[in-house]
């Protein structure tokens, strides 16, 4: 007998969760429909690109842009030349020792020296008396007396015949002239230039004897230029002469019309090399020249005199016959007696010519 048998379970569909691949719709980020993997077989399955179309652009636009600006990068490096090698770089860490210097005209406290102090200059001129190289200094006897203790360093122009030397050169017995200036600073005479061995050219002055001190060699005039006192001394070398003959110091008087040749020292002092007696108090003196003026009311005439100069000589006209006869260019012959302070006439004579003789 037959058995009934089950009838067979009708067999379960499961419905599937997601269309198949071909069928899955376009993703509406993917813009040129490319087929997305399904969730559960992402671990094997890869999206490729079909073979007869071109691979398309991600579908990133960020990362397209991150990788196209890297590539423009790389690319626009690659094309830099490259630059100039790096240069050194000195750097001052601590410029508080020399900041304050260097904003004064690039002056450096520290290693440059300091700049002269203001002030104006005075020539002196000397002997070196002595030399201390340890403290850089220097004693000058004057001329005409005195010391001075004179101090030098490396701002110090020191010059032999004209040529820049060094403090070598400064030896005692030396003749100099310095350039000196006062020093506040250290309270000292600084020598702002120094000649060494420089011989002064030989200065002149003619003019009228105004005392004569024999027991210290030493003299004064009266300028005839500016009238203003000229004090030399004499030594045993200066040569005085009358004419010439030779005389002495104790020869020469007050009011006495001399020319002198000296060596300027210091202002209107120095030692006079050579005294020529042009006329002494009481000496008679011939002119012979023309008549340059003539004042009869003053009794004053000038004589133009061969030797090429003037001289203003007073006569008394009541005395002299031939007064009458003068006028300017009048040819005369006249000996007057040098009385200190001017020429007196002692005889006029109107001649016809100049003559030949010159004033004794």
């Given at each position: 007998m037959a058995t009934p048998q089950a009838?067979?379970?009708?067999?379960?569909?499961?419905?599937?969760?997601?269309?198949?691949?071909?069928?899955?719709?376009?993703?509406?980020?993917?813009?040129?429909?490319?087929?997305?993997?399904n969730a559960a077989d992402t671990s094997t399955t890869t999206s490729q690109p079909q073979a007869n179309q071109p691979q398309q652009p991600s579908s990133n636009?960020?990362?397209?842009?991150?990788?196209?600006?890297?590539?423009?990068?790389d690319a626009a490096a690659a094309n830099v030349p490259p630059g100039p090698p790096p240069q050194p770089k000195t750097e001052i860490l601590d410029?508080?020792?020399?900041?304050?210097?260097?904003?004064t005209n690039g002056h450096d406290p520290i290693l440059d020296p300091p700049p002269f102090p203001s002030g104006g200059t005075t020539l002196v001129g000397g002997t070196i008396r002595s030399v201390d190289r340890i403290r850089n200094r220097?004693?000058?006897?004057?001329?005409?007396?005195?010391?001075?203790?004179?101090?030098?360093?490396?701002?110090?122009?020191?010059?032999?015949?004209?040529?820049e030397t060094t403090q070598l050169a400064l030896k005692k017995g030396e003749r100099v002239y310095v350039d000196t200036m006062l020093d506040p600073a250290n309270h000292d005479i600084l020598a702002r230039n120094i000649r060494v061995g420089v011989t002064a050219p030989p200065a002149d002055a003619s003019g009228q004897i105004t005392s004569v001190d024999t027991e210290h060699g030493q003299l004064s005039l009266r300028d005839n230029i500016n009238s203003v006192p000229v004090h030399f001394g004499v030594d045993k070398e200066t040569l005085i002469t009358n004419g010439n003959t030779p005389i002495t110091l104790g020869s020469v008087k007050p009011g006495a019309l001399v020319h002198v040749k000296f060596s300027a020292q210091s202002g209107y002092r120095g030692i006079a090399r050579q005294i020529t007696v042009i006329a002494m108090p009481?000496?008679?003196?011939?002119?012979?020249?023309?008549?340059?003026?003539?004042?009869m009311h003053r009794g004053l005439l000038?004589?133009?005199?061969?030797?090429?100069?003037?001289?203003?000589?007073?006569?008394?006209p009541h005395n002299t016959a031939e007064a009458g006869n003068l006028s300017v260019g009048t040819p005369v012959k006249i000996?007057?007696?040098?009385?200190?302070?001017?020429?007196?006439?002692q005889s006029v004579q109107v001649t016809g010519n100049t003559g030949t003789d010159s004033k004794d």
């Open positions: 009838p067979n379970p009708a067999p379960t569909t499961v419905p599937q969760t997601q269309p198949p691949a071909s069928a899955q719709p376009a993703s509406p980020s993917s813009p040129t429909g490319s087929a997305v993997p636009p960020t990362m397209n842009g991150t990788t196209n600006g890297k590539a423009k990068q410029s508080s020792a020399t900041s304050g210097g260097l904003s220097m004693v000058v006897n004057v001329f005409g007396g005195g010391h001075w203790k004179v101090s030098f360093d490396e701002r110090t122009h020191i010059f032999r015949n004209g040529a009481g000496a008679a003196f011939t002119f012979v020249g023309k008549v340059a003026y003539l004042d000038a004589v133009q005199n061969i030797d090429g100069k003037t001289y203003d000589i007073h006569f008394s000996v007057a007696i040098f009385e200190g302070s001017q020429y007196t006439a």
